[in-house]
């Protein structure tokens, strides 16, 4: 599952257009500023994104929780 642009993304074939509209939309560059495990299965990474979307920068944050070494569940937000 992944959580962004106020928009539920579950399943392959939702994440895969959820990755292609991402990946194409805008141009930008993305700087990871700070990574960090908050417990066993969850981990908070927080990326600085510079490009031509609305606004030209953002800080974002990325909070993923693990189940069997694989993401099951992606939050991004501001």
């Known amino acids: 599952m992944v959580i962004d642009d106020g928009g539920t993304y579950e399943g ?3 994440i895969e257009g ?5 990946a194409t939309e805008f141009t930008y560059t993305i700087r990871l500023t700070d990574a960090q ?3 066993t299965t969850h981990y908070l990474a927080t990326h600085h994104l510079e490009g031509n979307f609305p606004g030209g920068t953002i800080d974002l944050r990325y909070q993923f929780t693990l189940r069997d070494d694989l993401i099951e569940r992606l939050v991004i937000e501001p």
């Open 18 to 22: 959820w990755l292609d509209r991402a």
């Open 37 to 39: 495990q908050t417990d």
């Open 12 to 14: 392959t074939a939702a």
